[in-house]
């Protein structure tokens, strides 16, 4: 590949955004955004502070002619006005392996409003399409969830995590490669299950479609509130969308929970309208164990019928509970009887006539009626319960210590009773 890869003249068009050359009528709005947040500027930039220094980087770096130096800055400007907005720059070229950094700063009032989505996919394009390279490479902070929603959005995929890269300071690695697939076919709706609160318990193909997906919602009480499949979707990807679930609502379906159904639903098939081929529902758990998803699905189908809806397994908080207190779920013959403690404790205490491993969920809110049922069944002993699974708080002991009110979304396992090493065989 020739050294000077870039070549010009550039102007590229989106919606709301055009990237074009700089120019010496840009010099003023330049000096603005560098004032704003100097930390940001490409080395060529460093100690251009003014007008006047600028316009003079303006003269002699801006080409005159069809080709590029091997870094290369632009403008953002606004479609309708043609004023800056912001800047691009694409440097680090490496030309063996074909590759370069992508970094870009608006002015703080037009933030929000898609330019910087739209020039870096515009830019990414150019470089990837046109300019023969391969891949491209943007960093930001860990803490900049607006800069990640902006990569993932542009078509970028996380890599991972840099640590102290930047001015000591970890951060995260996005790329593009020129190879990346153009999504086709029909659009998708996957429930993606992210497990009971451990972000580390989350599968790798899981990890994948939620950096992949167009757009990913997580189930919350409200929308000023976070939700636990929401804190580990972020340790993955920044776009994370609330929807509303009334999901302590009790009685049935009720107006509220259908409401709330009915809403998440629209809000899908509005993501597919403009453009989305894949949305993903992560939700605690596995999305086929008591999950929010089917409804979610029910909806989504019956306003687009060609939806393809397919699921990803996740942990569940039983086999996380198991894991955490050395508990056997099963062995040999045994069977395992689930059972959700929403509706009181009549199928429980029929479970516990049995000697098989019997499971609860959401027993939080009858905590001293399963006390006082496994007492009863003479299996208190064995029994262990665990709340806030791999989160801060996290509870787990035994049953027999249970004394008060626990979480809603606490577990209970009743290991089978065992004479032996293959007792059970």
């Known amino acids: 590949m020739n050294e000077s890869v870039f070549q010009g003249p550039v102007r590229l068009t989106a919606e709301r955004t055009v990237i074009r050359q700089l120019t010496l009528d840009d010099a003023e709005a330049l000096v603005a955004i560098v004032r704003e947040e100097p930390e940001i500027l490409p080395q060529?930039?460093?100690?251009?502070?003014?007008?006047?220094?600028?316009?003079h980087w303006l003269t002699v770096s801006v080409p005159n002619?069809?080709?590029?130096?091997?870094?290369?800055?632009?403008?953002?400007?606004?479609?309708?006005?043609?004023?800056?907005?912001?800047?691009?720059?694409?440097?680090?070229?490496?030309?063996?392996?074909?590759?370069?950094?992508?970094g870009y700063a608006l002015r703080a009032g037009v933030r929000g409003r898609g330019h910087a989505t739209e020039a870096l996919r515009l830019a990414?394009?150019?470089?990837?399409?046109?300019?023969?390279?391969?891949r491209v490479e943007l960093r930001t902070l860990t803490d900049n969830i607006a800069s990640m929603r902006v990569a993932e959005k542009a078509g970028f995929r996380r890599e991972g995590v840099q640590r102290g890269a930047g001015r000591h300071q970890d951060l995260v690695m996005f790329s593009r490669l020129a190879t990346d697939a153009v999504a086709d076919g029909p659009v998708r709706l996957v429930g993606v299950g992210v497990g009971p609160g451990d972000p580390e318990l989350v599968?790798?193909?899981?990890?994948?479609?939620?950096?992949?997906a167009d757009?990913?919602?997580?189930?919350?009480?409200?929308?000023?509130?976070?939700?636990?499949?929401?804190?580990v979707v972020r340790e993955h990807t920044a776009?994370?969308?609330?929807?509303?679930?009334?999901?302590?609502?009790?009685?049935?379906?009720?107006?509220k929970r259908a409401a709330a159904w009915d809403a998440a639903a629209t809000r899908v098939l509005e993501a597919f309208e403009k453009g989305a081929r894949t949305v993903v529902f992560a939700t605690i758990g596995d999305?086929?164990?008591?999950?929010?998803?089917?409804?979610?699905?029910?909806?989504?189908?019956?306003?687009?019928p060609d939806v393809v809806v397919e699921t990803v397994p996740g942990v569940t908080a039983m086999q996380d509970?198991?894991?955490?207190?050395?508990?056997?779920?099963?062995?040999?013959?045994?069977?395992?009887?689930?059972?959700?403690?929403?509706a009181g404790t009549d199928g429980f205490r029929a479970a516990l006539a049995t000697d098989e491993t019997v499971v609860a969920y959401k027993f939080g809110s009858r905590a001293s009626e399963v006390v006082a049922a496994l007492k009863d069944a003479g299996r208190l002993d064995d029994a262990v319960y665990g709340a806030r699974l791999g989160l801060p708080g996290e509870d787990v002991g035994p049953a027999a210590a249970l004394d008060g009110p626990v979480p809603y979304l606490s577990t209970l396992i009743v290991p089978g009773r065992r004479t032996g090493r293959g007792g059970k065989l």
């Not at 004023?83 to 694409?90: A, E, K, Q, Y």
């Not at 990414?124 to 391969?134: E, I, P, R, Y």
């Not at 999305?287 to 687009?304: D, E």
């Not at 509970?321 to 929403?342: F, M, N």
């Open 239 to 255: 776009k994370a969308e609330r929807v509303v679930f009334a999901l302590n609502d009790r009685g049935g379906v009720t107006p």
């Open 44 to 55: 060529t930039l460093q100690g251009v502070h003014d007008a006047e220094a600028l316009a």
């Open 124 to 134: 990414c394009d150019w470089a990837l399409n046109d300019c023969g390279l391969h």
């Open 287 to 304: 999305p086929n164990v008591y999950s929010t998803f089917t409804y979610l699905a029910q909806g989504v189908r019956a306003g687009r």
């Open 215 to 231: 757009v990913v919602l997580v189930p919350v009480l409200a929308p000023d509130e976070p939700g636990r499949a929401e804190s």
């Open 321 to 342: 509970l198991a894991a955490r207190s050395g508990t056997v779920l099963a062995e040999g013959s045994e069977s395992v009887t689930l059972v959700p403690l929403t």
């Open 203 to 212: 599968t790798v193909k899981a990890v994948r479609l939620l950096q992949e």
């Open 65 to 102: 002619g069809q080709r590029f130096a091997v870094s290369l800055h632009l403008a953002i400007a606004d479609r309708g006005t043609d004023t800056l907005v912001g800047f691009l720059g694409l440097f680090k070229v490496d030309t063996t392996h074909d590759t370069c950094e992508v």
